[in-house]
């Protein structure tokens, strides 16, 4: 018999198909679009980051093309040897302005930034804070750091008080929650955890991945939305969402961001963005400066389809933003949900376990910035179809 020693992940994939788990991966023919085709089919498009259209942003591809022809493909380089290059520079200062703090440092992606700051600004003497619904890269961070990590219920903060009072006195502790989280679309409790860091002398941190060019005027985020300004104390954010692009990036007092660049380690040991993706994040910060009628128009559409969706019935949960998930509790009914509206013309991922919570499986919907009403009215019309077909609505 010929020896397979990665047999039983076979068996771990067949798992996930008798639970309804096992997807296969959705294929775009073009552009990331709010109709666009996938799969060879032409679709009205609920499932992207892509808020506020700026993937195909006029000013975004000419900024890219640009800095290709001046500067080439690649950096070459990790930041800290030769891969720091002036756009990036510029970039780092462009985001502290936007975030209106003293400095800012850009990673390949969010997930980096958030694994490789909660990493490395903690240690095996620490203490972590963590909503439960966190985004898996605090999760990683947390275990990375080797720090306690102390979950508290999602957005309870009595619990997490309680955490904290429990702790020995001079514990240094880190307060951690997402911003907007990613399949609920509700927002962190993050003006009562601020104040319960001020009052026990915590490190507070919020991951603003669905936040930034949403919230907050010009979507500085919700720092920026709670008038929480100076407050927060590590503030992460990132690129591959609103803004259209790909990164992440970590905001907040210069000691804080001089440490990073010493101690993160995907800073250290991954090579830095090609200059076209820093150039096109520099030209996406002039949109959100320029066209705020973009972000006006997110939260028109938001309010339209949210709106639709809690007439005709569904469980909408307690979503505050352009994040609205159908919940539908067991898993091979979202995944029949998501492939039914997919044959209507809708494309609506179904997320389960281990994404959400067993029990909670859904279908999540993103509106954008781009969407039509006429698009939005589409799909609220196969919501209804299959929502009925399928039994969950009455
Ligand atoms: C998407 C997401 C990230 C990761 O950001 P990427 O730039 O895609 O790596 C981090 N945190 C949250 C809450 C997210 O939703």
Redo the contacts with the bound molecule.
């Keep these: 018999m010929r020896r397979d020693p990665l047999g039983y992940l076979s068996t771990d994939l067949q798992a996930l198909r008798d639970q309804g788990l096992y997807r296969r991966l959705r294929v775009l023919d073009d552009e990331q679009k709010p109709r666009t085709s996938i799969d060879h089919r032409v679709v009205v498009n609920l499932s992207s ?1 892509n808020y506020l259209g700026l993937t195909t942003h006029p000013k975004l591809r000419e900024r890219a093309l640009d800095a290709i022809r001046r500067l080439g493909v690649g950096s070459g380089s990790v930041r800290t040897i030769a891969g720091t290059m002036a756009i990036h520079v510029e970039l780092e200062r462009r985001l502290a302005a936007f975030k209106r703090t003293e400095a800012a440092v850009v990673f390949q ?6 694994a490789g700051t909660v990493a490395s600004i903690l240690g095996r003497d620490d203490v972590i804070v963590s909503d439960e619904l ?5 999760i990683d961070g947390a275990r990375l750091s080797r720090a306690a990590i102390k979950v508290f219920p999602h957005r309870d903060v009595a619990a997490a008080r309680r955490i904290v009072e429990g702790l020995p006195p001079g514990q240094r502790t880190l307060l951690i929650t ?5 399949m609920d679309g509700d927002l962190g409790a993050l003006p009562a955890l601020s104040d319960l860091a001020e009052e026990f002398g915590c490190i507070m941190m919020v ?1 603003d ?2 936040a930034s060019g949403v919230f907050g005027e010009h979507g500085r985020g919700t720092v920026d939305h709670f008038g929480l300004h100076g407050r927060v104390d590590v503030q ?1 954010g ?4 609103a803004v259209g692009v ?3 990036y970590v905001a907040g007092s210069r000691g804080l961001i001089e440490f990073l660049c010493h101690r993160a380690r995907p800073f250290l040991f991954s090579t830095s963005h090609p200059p076209a993706v820093a150039a096109a994040c520099l030209a996406a910060l002039d949109v959100l400066e320029s066209e705020p009628e973009l972000i006006a128009r997110l939260w028109e559409n938001t309010r339209f389809f949210k709106a639709g969706l809690v007439r005709l019935g569904f469980d909408t949960g307690a979503s505050e933003s352009p994040i609205t998930p159908v919940i539908v509790g067991d898993a091979a009914l979202a995944m029949r949900l998501s492939d039914r509206l997919f044959d209507k013309g809708v494309f609506a991922q179904g997320i389960g376990f281990p994404t959400v919570p067993r029990g909670t499986a859904r279908v999540r919907t993103i509106v954008t910035a781009t969407h039509t009403r006429e698009e939005l009215e589409f799909a609220l019309d196969a919501f209804t179809a299959v929502g009925t077909e399928l039994g969950i609505l009455g």
């Design positions: 980051n992606s969010g997930f980096t930034a958030n966190n985004h898996a890269s605090i997402d911003g907007v989280f990613s991951d991945a669905h992460v990132t690129l591959s969402k790909l990164g992440g």
